[in-house]
């Protein structure tokens, strides 16, 4: 079900990311099985920076991960949930794999002018399906943007 236009109305960006994450993980690996090329990957040990570049120290598990930034232009988070499990469902049972050791998640950005009761992202059924299939869960980044009224 698409959202109404009174919803989308205070909703200034979405985008969401899967991610695969393993002490172990190998993203070629998953490259590799998938035929999907990462928005972003790495291996334990890789160097872990900040935005600026400051080193923090060296990353304890393996990524891979794909993004529907710059991917998907929609304000509805269904949308860029069905964009993505339309690539990685096929491989459900090879991600299951290579999650067996970590963890298999949807990391939601969700910016808006208005948040209260009722304002936030809501997930169709057939999108916490998909989730399910891939034994993978969801977080949330929800951001507050404040507009200038002028």
């Known amino acids: 079900m ?24 190998d993203p070629a690996a998953v490259t590799d099985a998938t035929g999907i090329a990462p928005t972003s990957l790495g291996k334990a040990g890789d160097p872990r920076t900040n935005r600026i570049g400051t080193m923090l120290g060296t990353h304890e598990q393996g990524w891979w991960q794909f993004s529907t930034k710059d991917m998907v232009d929609s ?43 009722g304002t936030g992202p809501v997930l169709d059924a057939d999108v916490v399906d998909g989730m ?5 869960g969801i977080g949330f980044d929800i951001y507050q943007i404040d507009e200038d009224p002028a």
């Not at 096929?90 to 009761?117: K, M, N």
């Not at 399910?132 to 993978?136: D, E, F, N, P, V």
Request: proline content about 3%; overall charge negative.
């Open 2 to 25: 698409a959202i109404s236009d009174s919803h989308a109305s205070h909703i200034r960006g979405v985008h969401v990311r899967f991610c695969l994450e393993a002490p172990s993980l």
């Open 75 to 117: 304000k509805d988070i269904n949308e860029h949930m069905r964009y993505l499990l339309a690539q990685v469902l096929p491989h459900s049972q090879v991600i299951r794999d290579l999650a067996s050791s970590g963890e298999a998640f949807f990391d939601v950005l969700w910016e808006s002018t208005c948040l209260y009761a």
């Open 132 to 136: 399910a299939a891939l034994g993978a």
